[in-house]
Each structure stands twice: as structure tokens, then as C-alpha cells.
């Protein structure tokens, strides 16, 4: 009896034990496995907060930017203490020219690519506008060369940190075509050239500009080039400026508009002033000349109608206007110019008719001598011809 139920209890404890193992199984299973999803989810954790940091990507790149930037209240501190403002407006970009051509703000600055943001290096807000403005020099190469050779760029050169760049003229995140409207070229100027703008806005092409809206009349950058300007106190400035006004003033298409006459320019060409002007400017163009040029007379920015009351060439002020360069000139002394005007018969009746004379005499003596010459030696060889075959017959 003892013997069977001895050997009835083996199999039992047997069973028992494979339980146990098999729990045991199970547990380690079960820890191993929570191990791993935890882990798993840790490792998640990390990832999601990476990710966090991250701009949320979009189709449109440029508006993981726009996100932060199109707050008004987002300020960057220099360590010079001034503060600078890192708003954009979004509708202002779009509508920009590189806006409208899907250009991505990483173009222009390709070192801002994932937040937080690399540390400025720059330590004031000109040092950054320097340093940004040469990105323009990647899609504009050739226009960035010529205005580094400018005027501009040779004062940058110079150390002078206050001369114009790119982002100066044609602003940055808003960049628009420049000449619409026209006044636009005239209003950046003046942010350096506030002066010279204030004469140039009361003159009579400013006004027509300004007040009008005429595109005919011209602007800073027609005189001064727009990336190639020059100094314009320098003597070949000086001699090519009579060529600057003959751009409107010797066309006739446009002068018609306005009833004006290119015989104004004309005349001056054809007279003292004007001739000895052009020989210098083609024979000696680093030699100046005391001769007057159109602005000695007319104005630089200021030059008025000739009927206005404040024009220099008025005729109750073209006494002071010739007495600049004859200072010994008398009351009567301009009225021996004739001014841009040919004589003819209504006005200026005497010396126009005797131009006339002149234009009649001076042909007829010349042809008359040339035909008396003619003449005469054509006797001469006659007789000569005669006398030759006179002495073959004897």
C-alpha cells in the first residue's frame, strides 16, 4: 500500500516541478520583455524630444522660419546693446521678388538650417548687415562685382563701414523691382543723400517725378548709373555731364512731349563753351577746364524752369549766373548771348541776317577764287599747249 502510493506521488512532484519551471520561464519572458519595451520607450522618449526641437516640417520650408519670425516681438540683443528686430512679415516676403520666385530663406542663409540657431559672431547690427549682404554676390555675381569697383564698394574697401551695400538700397526680406514705383529710386538714395534729395525733390525734374509721376524725367541712377556710380567731383565726370543731359535734351522723340527744342543742346555744342568741353573730354580727359558745363549755369539738383523766378538762368539772375566765371561782366554783358536760341528772322533779326550774309559771301568769294584759278590755269595751259605745237610745224 505504501509502496503504491510512493509510487503514485513521483509523477505528481514530477508535474509540479515542470509547473514551476515553466513559471519561472514565463517570468524571465515577461522581464525580459518589459525590459526591452521599456527601453524601447525611452529610446522613443529621446527621439520625440529631439524632434521637438525641431521646426515642424511643412511643404513650404520657408514657413518653419515664418513660424518664429512673423512675431513682431522677436528681438536679437548685440552685445553693443542694440537690439534688432527678427521679424518678417510673411505677405511682404511673398510679394518680394524672391518671394515670387520661391526663393527658400536658407538661400540666403545657409548657415541657419535647425534651431536653436547657430551664436551670432557679429557683435552690432552693422557687422551683421555687412557680413549677410555678400550672400547677394551668389545669384548676382556680375552686378556685386561692378558695385564693389564703385564708388561705394571703394569706401567700403576703405573701412568706411557706413557706405552702402545691397540690403541698404534694395532692403532685405521686402525686395522689390527698384523702379516701381520711380520715386523709389530717388527715396533710397536719400537715406544717405537726405540734402541733395530735399534740392532734388523741389527742382523741376524732382517735381515732375514727385508730383507727376513722370517717368520721362530722370532719377538719381539716369545721372550717377545705378551699380557703377562715380565720384561726380571728378574732372571726367565733370567733362561727361553735358553727354548726361544730351541722353533727354537731344532727343527729339522725347523733348516734343514738352515743346522743348534740341537745338538746346545743340547750341551749347556749337559754341565756345560747348566745343572747348568736348575737346577736353575727347583729347585730355583727366585735364580740367574752366569752361562751363550745363549745371554751372542750370544747377546741379536744383534747376528750375527757365521762366521760374528762382532759376539761375532767369534773365533778372543771368548777371550773377555769368558773373561766377566773368566776374568783371557789366549789366549788358548777357545780353551778347544769344543763349540756346538759333537767330532767325523774329528773333535775333540782325545777327540772323547777317549770318546769312556771311553763309552767302563767304561761298561765293571762295567759289569765285576757286573758279578764277580754275580759269586761269586753264588759259595758261591752253596757251602753253599752243606755243608747243606752233614751234612742231616751224
Given amino acids: 500500500m505504501t509502496g503504491q502510493t510512493h509510487d503514485t506521488m513521483q509523477p505528481c512532484m514530477f508535474l509540479e516541478n515542470n509547473v514551476i519551471l ?44 515664418i513660424g518664429c519670425h512673423s512675431s513682431a516681438s522677436l528681438k536679437y540683443t548685440f552685445p553693443s546693446g542694440e537690439e534688432w528686430s527678427l521679424y518678417v512679415d510673411p505677405q511682404a516676403y511673398q510679394s518680394s521678388i524672391h518671394g515670387e520666385k520661391g526663393l527658400y530663406c536658407t538661400a540666403c542663409h545657409p548657415g541657419i ?53 545691397c540690403s541698404d538700397c534694395h532692403n ?27 534740392k532734388y525733390q523741389t527742382s523741376v525734374h524732382g517735381k515732375a517725378l514727385v508730383d507727376d509721376t513722370n517717368r520721362d524725367v530722370p532719377t538719381c541712377t539716369d545721372c550717377h548709373g545705378v551699380h557703377s556710380q562715380e565720384a561726380a567731383h571728378t574732372t571726367g565726370f565733370r567733362l ?17 512731349k514738352y515743346g522743348i527744342s534740341t537745338n538746346v543742346f545743340n547750341t551749347y555744342v556749337a559754341d565756345f563753351h560747348g566745343k572747348t568741353v568736348s575737346l577736353f573730354e575727347r583729347l585730355s580727359p583727366d585735364i580740367a577746364t574752366n569752361k562751363p558745363v550745363c549745371y554751372d549755369c542750370h544747377g546741379v539738383h536744383d534747376m528750375q524752369q527757365i521762366d521760374s523766378p528762382d532759376s539761375s538762368v532767369a534773365r533778372q539772375n543771368l548777371l550773377t ?17 544769344l543763349g540756346h536760341y538759333e537767330p532767325n528772322p523774329q528773333k535775333y533779326p540782325l545777327v540772323y541776317f547777317v549770318d546769312l550774309f556771311y553763309a552767302i559771301l563767304i561761298p561765293l568769294v571762295l567759289g569765285g577764287m576757286a573758279l578764277y584759278v580754275l580759269l586761269d590755269f586753264s588759259s595758261r595751259w591752253t596757251r602753253r599747249q599752243r606755243g608747243q605745237n606752233g614751234r612742231e610745224v616751224k
Fill in 22 to 65: 515553466d513559471r519561472r520561464r514565463v517570468m524571465n519572458a515577461l522581464r525580459s520583455s518589459l525590459f526591452f519595451f521599456t527601453l524601447m520607450c525611452l529610446c522613443l522618449l529621446a527621439v520625440g524630444v529631439v524632434w521637438a526641437q525641431q521646426p515642424t516640417p511643412t511643404a513650404d520650408p520657408n514657413q518653419a522660419c
Fill in 113 to 165: 538650417t535647425q534651431y536653436p540657431h547657430p551664436s551670432l559672431t557679429v557683435s552690432s547690427t552693422r557687422e551683421y548687415q555687412l557680413a549677410e549682404y555678400q550672400a547677394c554676390g551668389k545669384c548676382h555675381s556680375g552686378v556685386y562685382q561692378t558695385e564693389m569697383d564703385s564708388i561705394h564698394g571703394r569706401q567700403l574697401a576703405a573701412g568706411n563701414t557706413q557706405a552702402p551695400v
Fill in 172 to 198: 532685405a526680406h521686402d525686395t522689390t523691382r527698384p523702379d516701381e514705383p520711380r520715386t523709389k529710386i530717388a527715396l533710397a538714395c536719400s537715406k544717405c543723400h537726405s540734402a541733395i534729395y530735399q
Fill in 240 to 256: 561727361n555731364s553735358p553727354q548726361l543731359c544730351a541722353k533727354c535734351h537731344a532727343d527729339p522723340a522725347m523733348m516734343s
Fill in 321 to 337: 549766373t555769368c558773373r561766377r566765371c566773368h566776374p568783371t561782366a557789366t549789366a549788358n554783358f548777357p545780353s551778347s548771348w
